[in-house]
């Protein structure tokens, strides 16, 4: 195509492409979203419950301690420099710590930092399966691992979760996608969309599927400990007694500072299956950016340390306090059934279409509550599962219960009247 260039003659350029992997990567929520030409009720204020970022409306911070220990290091004349790529010892001694318990120890020669849980899914993805090779993930499930795999090249398989049985992993349907180019099983617990925590039974059917089919896991353990009363946490690389775990973790949630990207890999690796592939294959692999921020890592071992067990018992009771508000009154309104998490920040609601008389689905759902309550939620598709919802579990009380309202004003509004 001709251009006219500054110095006023025509050139002919050809075209500019983008790669392959440019091209085949794409983040189903922006495509969703973005391609929605939606304009909120100006007579109404926007309340979102779709951002995953539990900073948005100032109600829940970092911890004062993490803020001191952040402030402490950027003065330290030693936070500056590039640190190892997989992140400095004693960083990794403070995550090691973290992790260990009585009955386990966590070494940190098997810790891997990272930008973010993103960046420790990204490493273990491509340090695991090449292109053509597949990888096993949740549906519904957190739309990133589509995103890193597509733009990898890595075939997609999705393993249902039940939604009736608080979203357990239909282990059968696991079993039956496995062939000799699958590479990996992901599993995220608690989970995100769903909320989801799995008891330690559960865990041990999938890690007898890994065990039968010689497969290693991902897990996505980014909302560790973040459960609810009268429900348990379990690692799974301290469950696994020969399945080879990568856990990918991090302080975004848990610490609530999404924007400091600070993420690790940890490797469990009781019978050294990683030990001359893997593990060295992250550690190269992570040569590529050289992790996360020195500033971050020279405040790490004080924020794991140092954080009251007060700060998370708050945190979790607003999500708790939020998600039995919700559930309880989107119970009560017509056309919807939400489904009690467990854990992480996020609830998912079924959306009954043939109640409705003009809701055709979940984009359709997502859709008119902006325009006409301007709340907005996610329609559950991007996760791979349609007809729900997911909202996220930490505004403050008063936009939880204004956006209840809102939604019943609007679910009334729009199911069909009995007759
Ligand atoms: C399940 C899950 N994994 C990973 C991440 C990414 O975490 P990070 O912000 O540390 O990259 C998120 C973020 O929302 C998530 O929900």
Not at 219 to 236: G, R, T
Request: with cysteine; net charge negative.
């Amino acid at each position: 195509m001709k251009k006219s260039m500054a110095n006023g003659i025509e050139n002919d350029w050809p075209p500019i492409a983008a790669s392959r992997s440019a091209r085949n990567t794409i983040n189903p929520i922006r495509r969703i979203v973005d391609r929605m030409k939606i304009s909120p009720n100006p007579a109404k204020e926007m309340i979102s419950l779709s951002i995953g970022d539990p900073t948005h409306y100032g109600n829940m911070l970092p911890p004062v301690e993490a803020l001191e220990a952040i402030l402490q290091a950027v003065q330290l004349p030693t936070s500056h420099g590039y640190p190892p790529s997989f992140g400095t010892l004693d960083a990794r001694k403070a995550v090691a710590q973290f992790w260990s318990r009585s009955n386990y120890q966590v070494k940190p020669e098997n810790v891997i930092l990272t930008s973010g849980c993103s960046h420790a899914l990204e490493l273990c993805f491509d340090c695991m399966a090449d292109p053509g090779d597949n990888i096993l993930l949740p549906r519904p499930g957190f739309s990133l691992y589509v995103t890193l795999c597509q733009s990898l090249g890595i075939e997609t398989r999705f393993y249902d979760l039940i939604p009736d049985e608080n979203w357990q992993v239909n282990i059968d349907h696991l079993e039956s996608l496995i062939d000799d180019r699958t590479r990996a099983v992901l599993i995220n617990n608690p989970s995100n969309p769903c909320g989801a925590v799995y008891t330690a039974a559960h865990l041990r059917k999938i890690l007898l599927v890994c065990e039968r089919n010689h497969l290693p896991i991902i897990a996505d353990e980014i909302y560790a400990d973040m459960v609810f009363p009268n429900n348990e946490f379990h690692f799974l690389g301290i469950l696994s007694e020969n399945v080879p775990i990568v856990s990918c973790g991090g302080i975004a949630k848990r610490f609530i500072c999404p924007g400091w990207r600070l993420g690790w890999i940890v490797v469990h690796d009781r019978h050294n299956l990683f030990k001359d592939t893997i593990q060295p294959g992250l550690i190269d692999l992570s040569s590529r950016i050289l992790g996360p921020s020195s500033v971050t890592q020279a405040a790490l071992s004080h924020i794991l340390s140092e954080t009251p067990e007060s700060y998370f018992d708050d945190i979790l009771h607003q999500i708790q306090s939020n998600a039995d508000y919700f559930y309880h009154s989107l119970l009560n309104t017509p056309g919807l059934q939400p489904i009690m998490p467990q854990g992480a920040m996020y609830m998912l609601i079924r959306i009954n279409t043939k109640d409705f008389k003009d809701i055709e689905n979940d984009k359709d759902f997502f859709t008119k509550l902006i325009c006409e309550e301007s709340i907005s939620c996610l329609p559950a598709s991007v996760f791979g599962i349609d007809n729900f919802f997911r909202i996220v579990l930490t505004t403050p009380m008063d936009k939880t219960e204004e956006a209840c309202q809102r939604i019943l004003e609007f679910c009334q509004r729009h199911i069909k009247s009995v007759t």
